[in-house]
């Protein structure tokens, strides 16, 4: 159980292009989805938090007008990277959890590259 | 912040051999979590601990949590070349950060054949 699946795996756009990212969860509702994006060898960096039918409540130093998140159902969240570009590169991971949970479940993550 | 910090950053060691791998954190927590990543994929949820825990077990995993000094542990025992991905402790907010997840900087673990 708690399957978390994202699409595409990995996508490849042009610069000045918008990219969107989708995130399921297939055997429960998600109450809450989150989106981190991860360098290389790195940590992951939580992006933003979204609750289903809210706004999302974006971290510190991410710019909302260009990661736009939308959570309109219990299994579905969209993350899209508008005007990408280069530095925007990255793989970006999303993860699940239904209410009052401690755990996420974590998707497989989407490698974009930005050309 | 309450991010993480693990030691080491890589640890290579042979099968059959014991991991351990530490978390350091820097303000209180509702619980520590860790989770391990295959290269190019996805987190998977191994552990939790929560604040009032000491040690918790799981199969081959071993957790311990000391909230006097901010840390806890991952022990690995008997270890496989399976085992080897990166590990990442997670320290879980109460509050109005409930659910919210730190991730430390990771453990490379390579277990040699």
């Known amino acids: 159980g708690a399957v978390v699946s994202q699409h595409p795996s990995r996508v490849i756009c042009k610069s000045g292009t918008s990219v969107k990212i989708e995130c399921r969860s297939l055997d429960f509702q998600a109450t809450t989805m989150f989106w981190y994006r991860q360098f290389p060898k790195k940590s992951l960096m939580l992006m933003a938090t979204?609750?289903?039918?809210?706004?999302?409540?974006?971290e510190q130093g991410v710019e909302k007008d260009k990661f736009l998140i939308n959570h309109a159902s219990l299994t579905l969240s969209t993350l899209t990277v508008t005007s990408a570009h280069p530095e925007d590169s990255s793989f970006y991971i999303c993860?699940?959890?239904?209410?009052?949970?401690?755990?996420?479940?974590f998707g497989p993550g989407t490698r974009l590259l930005v050309l | 912040s309450q991010q993480g910090e693990e030691d080491p950053q890589a640890l290579s060691i042979q099968e059959g051999e014991n991991a351990t791998m530490n978390c350091s954190y820097k303000t209180s927590i509702n619980n520590l979590q860790w989770y391990r990543q295959n290269s190019g994929r996805g987190l998977v949820h191994l552990i939790l601990?929560?604040?009032?825990?000491r040690e918790k077990h799981s199969g081959r995993l071993r957790v311990t949590l000391d909230t006097s000094k901010k840390s806890s542990s991952l022990l690995i025992t008997a270890s496989r070349a399976a085992d080897t991905a990166s590990y990442f402790c997670?320290?879980?907010?109460?509050?109005?950060?409930?659910?919210?997840?730190?991730f430390g900087q990771g453990t490379i673990l390579t277990v040699h054949p």
């Open positions: 979204s609750n289903e039918g809210s706004k999302a409540t974006y």
């Open positions: 993860s699940a959890s239904y209410r009052g949970a401690e755990t996420q479940y």
């Open positions: 997670a320290v879980g907010a109460g509050g109005t950060s409930y659910g919210k997840l730190t």
């Open positions: 601990i929560r604040s009032n825990e």
